[in-house]
């Protein structure tokens, strides 16, 4: 089994910074995309940002020039920078990664993280 393991989350003021991590809970031999994801209350869940094993990046317009995803295949860890919070960006977000070869025998489509709750407020 396979987990991914989330933090970072927390109350931050407008205009402020946060970053979040998520981590898988063991080694796995490549990940073709890794994803962030964000549902605030009364909303459908949205992509955030997504990179591939390329280094290729996608980005939701709100938030383009303000948070950059990242990824760092030897940690099995893929990070997302949020600068420039506003309270619009208040929600729980999840990373996903998709297309998970964790060993030669093992593969796993997608994986979700628990989620963690980003709050930006005065």
């Known amino acids: 089994q396979v987990l991914l393991v989330e933090s970072g989350g927390g109350l931050v003021q407008p205009g402020g910074s946060l970053r979040l991590s998520c981590a898988a809970s063991r080694t796995i031999y490549s990940t073709s995309v890794m994803g962030w994801y964000r549902q605030a209350p009364g909303k459908q869940r949205e992509l955030v940002a997504s990179?591939?094993?390329?280094?290729?990046?996608n980005y939701e317009d709100s938030v383009k020039g303000r948070f950059l995803i990242s990824r760092d295949n030897a940690k099995n860890t893929v990070y997302l920078q949020m600068n420039s919070l506003k309270p619009e960006d208040t929600a729980v977000y999840s990373c996903?990664?998709?297309?998970?070869?964790?060993?030669?025998?093992?593969?796993?489509?997608?994986?979700w993280g628990q989620g963690t709750q980003v709050t930006v407020s005065a």
């Open positions: 996903k990664f998709d297309g998970v070869r964790v060993t030669a025998n093992y593969y796993i489509s997608d994986i």
């Open positions: 990179i591939t094993s390329g280094g290729n990046t």
